[in-house]
């Protein structure tokens, strides 16, 4: 008798240590899918002091389940968000989004939108560094060095403000954004010095009211008169090709 119950002791302690390696590894998985699934999502890494990740592991880690891989917004993501994530490739977000305003937005977030603000878990450094990277790599712009924007009275002129309305579109704010992959030929560097030498001002003048041809530069004869298209290529010529240039 003393044997049989050692036997079904022993048989007793088998199973549960069976049992208790089956949770063991279950529980294991599940800690490892769950942490899995953390670096994944990759939303709430917590900064470590004194370190500086690169923008694009950032934009990996922090953006790109909202603005996909290739920075256009199509991220599986997007469906639920209302409005849906920015479309960093496209014209508008070139023109629209400066340097500044997209610092803050990753800092502070976008009310009325799912951007939250990723200043408590990113260093300044980290988000200046994403902001030059989605700058560089998906709307083809330069970072700290990038040409400065006309002055705000400059701007404001006749010739600036039709040149806002008709021209930032496809040159940006600065007379310097190629839309490389979606014009061909890219719309014209106005800060480029080989453009500078090339273009003069009655071309551009001739290049307004007519159009290009073999370029996505259409005429807006119809839409301007002569003086307003002398004043835009005038903002132009002052405002990015080098100072006020001979109106030759």
């Not at 300044?124 to 700290?144: A, N, Q, S, T």
């Amino acid at each position: 008798m003393h044997s049989n119950s050692m036997h079904s002791n022993r048989k007793l302690y088998e199973e549960n240590k069976k049992s208790g390696l089956r949770f063991s590894g279950l529980l294991i998985l599940s800690l490892l899918l769950v942490s899995a699934g953390s670096a994944m999502a990759g939303q709430h890494h917590t900064y470590i002091p004194g370190e500086t990740r690169p923008g694009a592991t950032i934009f990996h880690n922090y953006c790109s389940v909202c603005h996909g891989d290739k920075g256009d917004g199509q991220a599986r993501a997007r469906n639920g968000l209302v409005p849906p994530p920015r479309d960093y490739t496209s014209p508008e977000a070139a023109v629209e989004l400066s340097r500044e305003r997209m610092i803050s937005s990753v800092t502070y977030g976008r009310p009325g939108t799912a951007m939250i603000g990723w200043g408590k878990e990113l260093s300044e450094k980290e988000i200046e560094g994403v902001v030059d990277y989605i700058r560089m790599k998906f709307m083809k712009l330069g970072g700290k060095t990038e040409h400065a924007s006309p002055d705000s009275k400059l701007l404001a002129s006749r010739g600036g403000v039709l040149y806002l309305q008709a021209c930032a579109m496809c040159h940006g704010e600065t007379g310097t954004r190629p839309t490389t992959g979606r014009m061909q030929p890219p719309p014209r560097d106005f800060t480029a010095p080989d453009v500078i030498a090339e273009l003069t001002r009655k071309r551009m003048i001739a290049s307004v009211t007519n159009g290009r041809t073999g370029t996505a530069m259409r005429g807006y004869g119809t839409q301007f008169n002569k003086g307003e298209i002398e004043a835009m290529v005038d903002f132009i010529r002052e405002a990015f090709m080098s100072g006020p240039n001979p109106k030759k």
